[in-house]
């Protein structure tokens, strides 16, 4: 707004730009010009267009640079017209400001998170989703109390018990990791079926994107139940690598059926690839018996967001003796 300009708006509001800092609504009271000097206006702050920048640093929340009713010197070139009408109390004006910044960065996350999800599919498909954890492997030491094996975390002091534990470990050979299966006892087979024999205190690494939930149910499931989930998957023309999100509460309820035999529940699990979104119901049943295989029951129910349903399923043959 140029000085002439300026004089015509005096008493009006005005828009004063304070670039990083925010914009906000204040009434022109004066206009100051001096000789071979760039005017300026003197303005009464009357309420908040846009919220400045938010410092994560400096712990101190939103910090305005002007507060209500508050007169101030302003730069020429930081004001101009206010192209529509404003009739909100300072607070009020401060609120829908908020809002807008909340809206604008939850619609970024939004996006950040559809960012992520494809890289880390298109991580999976070349079999490298470790690279985006901050380090690789998790080291444990194995120790042995009472007749249980454990793999213990000395960092966050916990462990975790091996009997039946679904994770592909690393094991030191030769002074080479290679990956192995807990076997029994402190031994551990290779991939290569070698026995490595360990012991109380030796330690073993795990890949930290073994604890992505969808793996984690990947490594549970017979290889039969596997079997159903991929058949309706490729049904419906996507894979494991098109996975967005999985709610595991077989895990939970493995984890926390010490005196348990007997579980059911449903898992819920995402896939999209760049047209369609999917949904899946994981229906499950788990028997755990001493001297003979669990009983095992998986139902998966698919749909698409234009209508396609596939169900497939897989039991365990019970014997009526």
């Known amino acids: 707004m140029d000085r002439k300009t300026a004089k015509e708006y005096t008493g009006q509001q005005v828009l004063l730009d304070e670039g990083e800092e925010g914009t906000y609504v204040g009434v022109l009271l004066e206009v100051l010009t001096e000789p071979k000097t760039p005017w300026s206006g003197k303005v009464q702050i009357t309420g ?16 305005l640079f002007y507060s209500a009713d508050e007169v101030t010197e302003v730069a020429g070139r930081k004001i101009s017209l206010l192209k529509t009408a404003f009739n909100k109390s300072f607070n009020e004006s401060f609120a829908d400001a908020l809002k807008t910044k909340w809206d604008s960065l939850r619609d970024m996350n939004d996006k950040n998170d559809k960012y992520l999800s494809i890289i880390q599919q298109e991580l999976r498909k070349i079999n490298s989703e470790h690279v985006i954890y901050e380090e690789a492997f998790v080291y444990y030491q194995l120790v042995k109390k009472g007749r249980n094996l454990y793999i213990y975390d000395e960092q966050k002091r916990e462990s975790l018990s091996l009997e039946d534990c679904p994770f592909e ?19 551990f087979e290779t991939l290569q079926q070698e026995n490595v024999e360990l012991q109380h205190g030796s330690t073993v ?29 490729k049904k419906l023309g996507i894979g494991h690598e098109h996975s967005v999100y999985c709610h595991n509460s077989l895990l939970i309820k493995l984890l926390s059926s010490f005196n348990e035999t007997s579980f059911s529940g449903v898992n819920f699990l995402s896939y999209a ?49």
């Open 205 to 233: 690494r795990l890949n930290r994107a073994q604890f992505d939930p969808y793996r984690i149910l990947l490594n549970e499931l017979d290889d039969p139940s596997l079997l159903a989930l991929e058949k309706g998957l």
């Open 273 to 321: 690839n760049e047209t369609n979104q999917f949904a899946v119901q994981h229906h499950y049943e788990r028997t755990i018996l001493e001297n003979e295989p669990d009983i095992t029951f998986d139902r998966f129910e698919f749909t698409s967001d234009d209508g396609q349903r596939v169900l497939t399923s897989y039991a365990t043959h019970v014997s009526k003796d």
């Open 169 to 187: 470990f690393e094991v030191e050979v030769n002074g080479q990791w290679k990956t192995a299966f807990y076997k029994k006892g402190f031994t």
């Open 48 to 63: 908040v267009l846009s919220c400045p920048s938010i410092n994560l640093n400096n712990g101190q929340g939103v910090h």
